[in-house]
């Protein structure tokens, strides 16, 4: 609860303009609190757990009472009363306990009138004896909890990736959208010192075409990145969600980490490709969750197998006259009641029918495991090779920026020696913003790569 009012505070400085600056690690940190996809995970498996409190319910101990009585005629028939504890256990045995009052003229001859008590127990010897539908039940509910919570890692993880690569995104355009910015800014002086150029002499009036139509190209540039950053607030927006639930907007004077393309942000995050495979083969929510589907389909096949075994249930009751008693005799040999039911399909063809389906179930569901495994590994290898190959681009980009700013204030001073024109400067210009623009574009998807490295391994959570 601290760290949630914590968050909420975070929110509202944002909103409120007292917290320029949103961080990447606290924007995660309010997705994972506030988000409605954290939310309505939590209540899957919160509706797991209901689900486990339910199939308990078969094996409730069990109070009843019955009451029955007839007169016709001024004539007492017969009453019975009739209350029972019956107590069910997990190996399909039952204890059953109770007292039995029947009084009246005209009651059956093999009931005992007067009161009687009983003590005693029903077991099944083949069909129901190591598994049964109640025992299936919970056991299915118990692994139906433990899938919830690898749903919720899963929902969680792929949020989070899209999250931070909606951040990343975010980052970016407001980057570019600086550098564009600057150049605008370059232009515009450029066009004010032609213009005192050309009116005092020392610049030809067509300088001032040439830097008038670059001003204008860095302002037809400038309003479309600026559409694209307020484009990508709005996605960034739609990850932002307050503690009571209602969406939240982000203020427009809110910007990114200004050390977004420092690498050491993902520092800590485990790099290693031989690590990830083991963490992902051992711990991914989505295998996990299938591993969980085929532990539920095993209790489906040991019940299944219950259908190839004959029915054959005996009860039995210690009787005792009046109120309960401590019962010391042979079993068999007084005050006792006992019944054997013996039920044997002739070809337990439906039996065999069940148990073959189940089997296939679990084969099937093998497949697919073996399958997303697959799928896996092959995701977390191609992203490791994309986030080796964009930090080698990263490197030559960053040269390459180098050397076209250096271009650029080479023909600036060649221009101011009267050796070079507003054309070629123009061009150099435009060459140096266009390689800035890529060199923020790759470190945007580096660090998205990084992000969907982690996803890709089920660990983003």
């Known amino acids: ?197 050309v009116a005092l002499g020392d610049r030809p009036p067509v300088d001032t075409l040439e830097a008038g139509t670059q001003q204008q190209y860095f302002e037809n540039l400038y309003q479309n990145k600026l559409l694209e950053y307020q484009n990508n607030t709005l996605t960034l927006s739609a990850f932002l969600w307050s503690e009571r639930n209602l969406p939240m907007e982000l203020a427009p004077e809110v910007s990114p980490n200004s050390t977004w393309e420092n690498f050491a942000l993902f520092a800590d995050f485990d790099m290693n490709r031989e690590s990830l495979l083991e963490k992902a083969i051992a711990n991914h929510p989505e295998l996990k969750a299938y591993q969980y589907k085929i532990e539920g389909l095993q209790v489906e096949r040991k019940l299944k197998l219950q259908s190839l075994l004959p029915k054959i249930d005996v009860s039995y009751n210690q009787l005792s006259k009046g109120g309960p008693n401590l019962y010391t005799a042979n079993l068999f040999d007084n005050n006792f009641q006992y019944g054997l039911k013996v039920e044997i399909p002739l070809r337990f063809s439906q039996g065999r029918g069940e148990y073959a389906q189940a089997k296939l179930k679990i084969q099937e569901e093998n497949v697919n495991l073996a399958q997303k495994k697959q799928g896996i590994e092959i995701k977390i290898n191609s992203y490791f090779n994309q986030f080796q190959s964009l930090k080698k681009q990263i490197a030559t980009q960053e040269l390459a920026l180098k050397n076209y700013q250096s271009l650029v204030k080479a023909e600036e001073l060649k221009f101011e020696q009267g050796e070079s024109s507003l054309f070629l400067i123009n061009s150099r210009e435009t060459k140096a913003m266009e390689s800035a623009e890529k060199l923020i574009d790759l470190k945007a998807y580096l660090f998205k790569s990084v992000y969907a490295l982690q996803a890709s391994a089920g660990i983003l959570n």
């Open 1 to 197: 609860m601290k760290n949630k009012c914590l968050l909420f505070l975070l929110i509202g400085h944002i909103c409120l303009g007292q917290e320029k600056i949103l961080h990447p690690e606290s924007f995660l940190k309010i997705v994972q609190t506030f988000h409605p996809v954290v939310r309505t995970t939590t209540i899957g498996v919160q509706k797991s757990e209901a689900e486990i409190l339910k199939s308990r319910g078969a094996f409730d101990p069990i109070l009843s009472h019955y009451s029955a009585k007839k007169t016709l005629e001024n004539k007492n028939y017969y009453e019975y009363h009739s209350p029972e504890l019956s107590i069910p256990t997990w190996y399909g045995i039952e204890l059953s306990t109770g007292i039995e009052n029947l009084q009246g003229t005209r009651i059956d001859p093999s009931q005992t009138s007067g009161q009687t008590s009983y003590i005693g127990i029903s077991i099944p010897l083949a069909k129901n004896l190591l598994m049964d539908k109640r025992r299936a039940a919970l056991a299915q509910a118990k692994i139906m909890n433990k899938m919830a919570l690898e749903e919720q890692r899963t929902a969680i993880n792929q949020l989070l990736f899209e999250a931070m690569e909606a951040y990343f995104l975010w980052a970016k355009s407001y980057t570019v959208l600086k550098v564009v910015k600057q150049n605008l800014v370059i232009a515009e002086k450029r066009v004010g010192f032609v213009k005192r150029s």
